[in-house]
């Protein structure tokens, strides 16, 4: 049970835009720790999307954008494409003195309509 | 260019041990924390824990505690994660991940590149 919480899918029409939160608590991103999202293609491992809240790796489009703010964070991809179907999961650090660890979302499904 | 690559596909019975490993190629292994995630199929991605890359320290996720043990071999780049006293639950996909630069700074670290994966099934 993830301490991070995603909408279990979204979908859109090529070429919208379609938002995934993440939301947590004061014990991870409200505590200041960074966001960063992966995207994962069916049998594939993950791949970094956005790293810091808002930074995309080379290579990836910037149709994916990432954002941050108080004890959520956000991933929007604009102009949605078929390829972009896929399972996308948040990931950050969680500080709770009992068991902090990195922790990452439920996860989203991604699918083009 | 960098790359993790993992041993292959495991299967055990229950109560046995498993020993994962993951051979770092491109950079300087040393300059890198590795961390382990491991996926069950369907299911969402669950961070195991991480080794230090300057001191080879390691820290663990609570629930793992006691079960696994992250080890390296820096001679041939080499990262291990072995996983004890397995159960049918700890069938899964293991991935290891490879830390930030070391120059980075930030408040919580991510995993880039990751490893393809070590499949691991624990049946009778």
């Known amino acids: 049970q993830s301490v991070l919480t995603q909408p279990p899918s979204v979908s859109g029409a090529p070429g919208q835009r379609v938002t995934i939160s993440c939301t947590g608590s004061?014990?991870?991103?409200?505590?200041?720790?960074?966001v960063h999202w992966y995207q994962q293609l069916p049998g594939a491992a993950p791949k970094l999307l956005i790293y810091?809240?808002?930074n995309r790796p080379s290579g990836v489009p910037d149709r994916f954008s990432g954002s941050k703010s108080g004890t959520s964070a956000s991933l929007a991809i604009t102009g949605l494409q078929a390829e972009d179907e896929a399972d996308y999961y948040c990931?950050?650090?969680?500080?709770?003195?009992?068991?902090?660890?990195?922790?990452f979302g439920t996860g989203t499904k991604v699918t083009v309509l | 260019q960098v790359q993790l690559v993992q041993s292959g596909p495991e299967v055990k019975k229950p109560g046995a041990s498993v020993k994962v490993s993951c051979k770092a190629t491109?950079?300087?292994?040393?300059?890198?924390?590795i961390n382990w995630v491991r996926q069950a199929t369907g299911q969402g991605l669950e961070w195991m824990g991480r080794?230090?890359?300057?001191?080879?320290?390691?820290v663990y996720a609570q629930k793992f505690q006691g079960r696994v043990t992250m080890t390296r071999d820096t001679s041939i780049s080499t990262a291990y994660m072995e996983l004890s006293s397995l159960r049918s639950d700890d069938t899964a996909m293991y991935y290891c991940?490879?830390?930030?630069?070391?120059?980075?700074?930030?408040?919580?670290?991510?995993?880039?590149?990751w490893g393809r994966g070590t499949q691991v099934t624990v049946s009778s």
């Open positions: 810091v809240n808002t």
């Open positions: 080794m230090d890359r300057n001191s080879g320290k390691t």
């Open positions: 491109g950079y300087t292994f040393t300059s890198y924390d």
């Open positions: 004061s014990s991870n991103i409200g505590a200041g720790y960074d």
């Open positions: 991940a490879r830390g930030p630069p070391p120059d980075y700074y930030g408040a919580g670290s991510y995993f880039d590149p």
């Open positions: 990931l950050s650090y969680d500080s709770s003195l009992s068991d902090p660890k990195y922790v």
